[in-house]
């Protein structure tokens, strides 16, 4: 396939860098040996870490340091911070990282994820231990699916992403990783569990009991509970149940994990307020399996390979009674492996993916995808430059073949600023449910289009982190995107919506965020986003695109009680959510006030922690999708108890 616009200049400029200099470290997503390191401890999301260069060893828990010190723009969310939070689930948790807004789609599992504003011009790619879990049919994801009680990290990749990410991130990627339980000796075996418990508003009720144990040589985890939501409209409750297993085993040099999960809902599908769907239903489970082994081969690689399957199936019974299946299974091999010189300087990845996904749906029929995968990146450093130069070959048997390339320059300003510049190209496959869905039952509201072409996308930002102390850190990027053959939607008079394919848009802007600790135990959030975007044929804004948004989060912990006070305050400035920019489908800016306030105690012998949580405090009447309102206001008040 014919790249059409040339800007690759970053990747040339990377190459002729790299034929000079004398390397210095080498790092990888893993583990890496003998290699150097220039950051100070800062951990949490939007933080950052510069200062001069040391010689450490990069291990799989030095990670976050690496990442954030290479040319790829990342946001980190620890587990620390997920405990102290109290969140009630991953799509809250990303939700508060700076730069990403998370909607849950009101009728269904699928959940919307931006990126600087990225919700209508570009794909977030998921993935689950570095293995891919977008829907075949959608292209989205069920986070609820994945309890946030086994989860340790989640790693935002900004766009571009490195290429070893995979297909279907432009508009960025979000790694989710679960946390290997563990610790003491094997004639010790340490076990622990927890229960949390919380109800609020429109008849919430949630728990989860969490279980870990070290037995022998081998750890186990398992999660499971369940909840209930009424919601505000007529016909949006919902009853879900979840439960995951981890297993793993160690030896000196390899580790052997299994991870299943399983997650069944049933939910009303109320259908936006011009068009309701007051008897509409849908019952949704899946099913999922990792395999995975990874360890060190000689003195100067490691390896990681993951198997996988998933099962979906979703039963959808329409407004007329009319009732239809959609029946997804997935399964994939991803590997991949790392050498890094023994002297250090340079790590080369090199690694690929084989996946196929079968679609069965009672009215648009039988579907069959299969991907293969390829990549490259080499890892470079030349005193205070870190450079990266990755390149990913994609197959996609009902499309075609696919380049995918990403290159950035990192270069250390001093002690405590560093400069990021990046570029990448990839490519937007359309999914199956934008190719051939006829309807979806309940939400008659959608047709596919089987003469969509795949979007191109070029990606660049540049950023610059500065570290005032170790704890007030400052960010600031540009960044623009161009897409040809824009995949877009639009509504007819019919009031059903169609894709498309549009010929050429943009978007670009600036990001800022700040990480700032006030004093001790009083610490401050913000980030702030200003852009703008265009579609070259209608010279109209892309959709989901607000030219402003802002997050403001301030965190304090009282010394004498150790209670913690969270207060949020989000804001968007008006989008669209056609491509039309139709006056009715304008959404109005916002402004919301969340609030949350944790309270630790002691339980007898028993560790536990009281939370209180207030959405939505202004209560605004602001919709997130043209014609879905927000529920408004609404409380919360939960339990979380370790033995």
């Known amino acids: 396939m014919k790249m059409r616009q040339p800007y690759h200049i970053t990747i040339i400029v990377s190459l002729v860098a790299l034929l000079f200099g004398q390397p210095v470290s080498a790092a990888h997503n893993g583990v890496a040996h003998g290699a150097k390191h220039h950051s100070e401890g800062l951990s949490g999301h939007g933080a950052s870490q510069v200062s001069t260069m040391e010689t450490v060893v990069v291990t799989a828990e030095r990670l976050d ?318 005193d205070a430059v870190s450079l990266s130069v990755g390149l990913r070959g994609d197959y996609v048997s009902d499309f075609d073949l696919f380049p995918a390339f990403f290159s950035g320059v990192s270069r250390s300003l001093g002690r405590s600023t560093l400069l990021k510049v990046n570029g990448g190209y990839s490519v937007k496959v359309p999914t199956f449910g934008q190719l051939y869905q006829p309807s979806h039952g309940s939400i008659d509201q959608v047709r596919g289009n089987p003469d969509l072409r795949e979007e191109e996308v070029w990606s660049y930002s540049i950023n610059v982190e500065h570290s005032l102390s170790a704890n007030r850190v400052f960010m600031a990027s540009i960044f623009r995107s161009d897409h040809h053959d824009l995949i877009a939607y639009q509504r007819g008079a019919d009031f059903i919506t169609r894709p498309l394919n549009l010929d050429r848009a943009y978007r670009h802007g600036m990001e800022l965020s700040l990480k700032y600790r006030i004093t001790k135990g009083f610490d401050l959030d913000c980030s702030y986003i200003l852009q703008r975007s265009r579609i070259s044929e209608t010279g109209k804004e892309l959709s989901y695109a607000p030219r402003q948004k802002g997050t403001l989060s301030l965190k304090h912990t009282m010394p004498t009680w150790q209670t913690r006070c969270e207060a949020t305050i989000r804001a968007a400035s008006s989008q669209y959510s056609d491509v039309l920019n139709t006056p009715a489908e304008e959404l109005a800016g916002r402004a919301t006030v969340d609030l949350k306030i944790s309270q630790p105690l002691e339980l007898g012998d028993r560790s536990a922690e009281l939370y209180v949580s207030i959405k939505n405090l202004l209560d605004n009447g602001f919709e997130s999708h043209y014609g879905y309102p927000d529920d408004g206001l609404r409380g919360m008040v939960g339990l979380n108890m370790k033995f």
Do not use: C
């Open 65 to 382: 340091d690496y990442i954030k010190n290479h040319p790829q723009l990342v946001t980190i969310l620890t587990r620390r911070e997920i405990e102290q939070s109290n969140y009630l689930d991953l799509a809250e948790a990303i939700g508060t990282m700076p730069g990403i807004d998370v909607r849950q789609l009101e009728g269904s599992m699928r959940t919307r994820i931006s990126i600087r504003g990225s919700a209508g011009s570009g794909n977030i790619l998921v993935l689950f231990n570095g293995r891919p879990v977008n829907s075949s049919q959608y292209g989205s994801v069920e986070l609820s699916s994945l309890p946030i009680e086994t989860v340790t990290r989640v790693t935002v990749f900004k766009p571009p992403i490195p290429v070893w990410l995979g297909l279907g991130g432009t508009g960025g990627a979000i790694n989710i990783e679960t946390r290997q339980p563990g610790g003491g000796a094997a004639s010790q075996p340490r076990q622990s569990g927890q229960v949390k418990i919380n109800t609020g508003s429109y008849g919430m009720a949630n728990f989860t009991v969490t279980y870990e144990g070290k037995h022998g040589d081998a750890n186990i985890m398992f999660t499971g509970g369940g909840g209930h939501r009424d919601g505000k409209r007529p016909n949006s409750d919902k009853d879900n149940s979840h439960f995951s297993l981890h297993w793993d085993r160690r030896n000196e040099t390899t580790t052997f994990l299994v991870n299943g999960r399983s997650f069944f809902s049933e939910h009303g599908v109320a259908g936006p307020t011009y068009n309701p769907t007051p008897d509409a239903v849908q019952r949704y489970a899946k099913g999922g399996l990792d395999f995975q082994i990874k360890g060190f081969t000689g003195e100067s690689g490691d390896f990681s390979v993951k198997t996988y399957f998933d099962v979906t199936r979703l039963e959808d019974r329409s407004q007329n009674g009319e009732l239809s299946t959609l029946e997804t299974i997935k399964g994939g091999m991803k590997g991949e492996h790392v050498w890094t010189a023994e002297e250090g300087g340079w790590a080369l990845r090199l690694g690929g993916l084989m996946e196929n996904d079968m679609v069965d749906h009672t009215l648009s029929g039988d579907h069959e995808r299969q991907h293969i995968s390829l990549h490259s990146q080499l890892d470079k450093e030349l």
